[in-house]
């Protein structure tokens, strides 16, 4: 699947990104140590006839913005995302509990949504928090 594919089979994930965005993203958290824009396009090339320079303006725009972080390599500077992929999908799901309107309806309608195995997984993810609920 293509990350181009894989954004829009995942769109909600990737709230907050715009396409271009939301490609660069996924291709640069397929680089555990990061990756410098002439590694991204190479990558985006292979899914779209995309110019360099369309690139590393949306890298660029994703460092401005506080999305990635860079460390210069020699002449090319290296980009790294600021969260990894499960982070930025939990604070668009916290940003959705906020903004919903009634936060415990909004929890009802997503649990009854999910996947039953998933259903299980919150259920023990939160028998296993420490302290009282908040």
């Keep these: 699947m293509t990350a181009a594919t894989l954004a829009e089979a995942?769109?909600?994930l990737m709230r907050g990104f715009g396409e271009l965005e939301?490609?660069?993203?996924e291709h640069l958290w397929?680089?555990?140590d990061g990756a410098t824009i002439p590694q991204v396009h190479e990558r985006m090339q292979a899914d779209r006839d995309i110019a360099y320079t369309t690139v590393m303006s949306t890298v660029h725009n994703l460092?401005?913005?506080g999305r990635l972080t860079r460390v210069r390599e020699g002449r090319k500077h290296r980009y790294r995302a600021t969260a990894s992929r499960a982070e930025h999908s939990a604070e668009l799901m916290r940003e959705a509990l906020g903004s919903g309107g009634d936060p415990r309806a909004v929890l009802n309608h997503f649990?009854?949504?999910?996947?039953?195995?998933?259903?299980?997984?919150?259920?023990?993810?939160?028998?296993?928090?420490?302290?009282p609920p908040r």
């Design 22 to 25: 939301a490609a660069v993203m």
């Design 111 to 131: 649990v009854e949504r999910i996947d039953p195995a998933d259903s299980r997984r919150l259920a023990e993810l939160l028998a296993t928090m420490e302290g």
């Design 30 to 32: 397929a680089f555990p």
């Design 10 to 12: 995942e769109g909600v």
């Design 63 to 65: 460092h401005r913005k």
